[in-house]
């Protein structure tokens, strides 16, 4: 069964416009992740928030960690054209394994 | 290596064969962990490696799927008398030991069984 589930499944917006996509969870962890996954190859790491911090900064991510509402977001500010991509979130707990959502489909448009 | 290293990069096979997909962990990494993906869906997690540890195999769907990792690094996942739904795209990450640590996930092997 997947922990986390991403909202909303898909979201398209023109170039320049933040992103934003929210993750939910259902069981506590101790760390979240967010991977982007282009055309279905690989999953790249773009940022890792522990469980006791609230919001970390990466470029132009932004991840913020809510642990009493069991969810975080991902912030994508100026989006460009290749920042289109799917992404996930991903949490790790008691399991060493990763669980993940089912993610959202982003498309920037030029 | 630099990252994880996943080989083949794609695999046709028959309905009924025996597939062995490869997997190169970074150097150092302690645990390994194999995924899978099906289309347009999230990662299905398969099992997880540890060091010397017993393996957690609670993501394996079923008794045709096996997973060794030889030394501590290198891994295969077996996947025996393949079924056209183990169609998908097979994901091996790896990682430092600890629940803190980011964890590096290769290109992955796409298999298609016809």
């Known amino acids: 069964s997947q922990q986390g589930e991403e909202d909303p499944q898909a979201l398209s917006i023109q170039e320049g416009e933040n992103a934003t996509m929210n993750c939910s969870y259902k069981?506590?962890?101790?760390?979240l992740q967010w991977y982007r996954q282009n055309s279905g190859r690989g999953l790249v790491h773009l940022i890792l928030?522990?469980?006791?911090?609230r919001e970390k900064h990466s470029g132009r991510l932004r991840v913020t960690l809510d642990t009493s509402k069991k969810s975080s977001s991902l912030l994508i500010t100026a989006s460009r054209a290749a920042d289109t991509a799917s992404y996930f979130c991903?949490?790790?707990?008691?399991?060493?394994?990763?669980?993940f959502g089912s993610g959202t489909q982003l498309t920037v448009l030029p | 290596g630099a990252g994880v290293s996943q080989s083949p990069s794609n695999k046709v096979t028959e309905k009924g064969k025996d597939v062995e997909l490869r997997c190169d962990p970074i150097?150092?990494?302690?645990?390994l962990y194999w995924y899978r993906q099906s289309l347009g869906q999230g990662l299905e997690f398969l099992i997880y490696?540890?060091?010397?540890?017993?393996?957690?195999k609670s993501g394996l769907p079923s008794d045709r799927f096996s997973a060794e990792r030889t030394g501590g690094s290198v891994s295969t996942l077996t996947i025996q008398r393949t079924q056209q739904e183990d169609s998908a795209v097979y994901l091996c990450?790896?990682?430092?030991?600890?629940?803190?640590?980011?964890?590096?996930f290769g290109e992955g092997s796409w298999l298609t069984v016809v």
């Open positions: 150097s150092g990494h302690t645990a």
């Open positions: 990450a790896s990682s430092l030991e600890g629940t803190g640590n980011t964890i590096y």
């Open positions: 490696f540890q060091g010397n540890s017993a393996p957690d």
């Open positions: 991903a949490t790790s707990g008691s399991a060493r394994q990763l669980t």
């Open positions: 069981t506590s962890i101790n760390n």
């Open positions: 928030i522990r469980s006791n911090e």
